[in-house]
């Protein structure tokens, strides 16, 4: 008598066996297409963050723009002053390298920074330390307990720096000018004034 193999069973573990290697490659490939998905949306999150803190500009000017003059009714003004502090979320900033240009309508000059002269480096900036009409400098560095005498140029939450600037002789009465400060992160800062029709040793600009 001739018996016949019954092979359904080994069919059907075949069969289970294919099903379990198709789970298990699914799952692989939905775990590798997850993590790539993860780390795009990462990706794309940090893009954004840099660019909004590009886009952002990172301080502000505090209070009145100040043009100075060697003596009343003068042909010109010497120095422009103002206060700066930090925008609200930004981190300390070195502000020795910022780039700083003055531009009207007869000149476009960019400062460069006085180390020389400026709070927390070697010269008394209260003794002949005014700089040029080529130069800016670090002044004087308050916060919000008052004056303090700071180490170095780096500007931090609740600090102000009061910058005085060079300006050339082109800063003569009526005449409107654009001071531009580029920190080493954040978007361009503009200031954009008048120069009086009477030139005094102080004055408020407008």
């Known amino acids: 008598m001739i018996m016949k193999k019954n092979e359904n069973a080994f069919t059907g573990l075949e069969a289970a066996i294919v099903l379990i290697a198709f789970v298990v490659v699914a799952a692989v490939f939905s775990y590798v297409m997850l993590g790539a998905g993860f780390f795009t949306a990462q990706k794309a999150q940090d893009v954004v963050h840099s660019g909004i803190g590009q886009a952002a500009s990172s301080i502000e ?69 005014e700089p040029n009409r080529t130069q800016w400098r670090i002044m004087e560095v308050y916060n919000r307990e008052g004056y303090i005498l700071n180490n170095n140029t780096v500007i931090r939450p609740g600090e102000q720096f009061l910058l005085q600037l060079g300006v050339p002789e082109s800063a003569t009465p009526n005449t409107r000018f654009t001071i ?27």
């Open 180 to 206: 531009s400060m580029q920190p080493e992160m954040g978007a361009l800062t503009t200031i954009v004034r008048s120069v009086p029709a009477s030139i005094y040793k102080g004055n408020v600009l407008r």
């Open 61 to 129: 000017v505090v209070g009145d723009v100040y043009g100075e003059a060697s003596e009343d009714n003068a042909d010109n003004l010497t120095h422009v002053r103002f206060r700066v502090q930090l925008t609200s979320g930004m981190s300390n900033m070195n502000l020795g390298h910022m780039r700083v240009t003055y531009a009207d309508s007869g000149a476009i000059q960019q400062l460069s920074f006085n180390n020389t002269h400026s709070y927390g480096n070697p010269g008394d900036p209260h003794i002949g330390g």
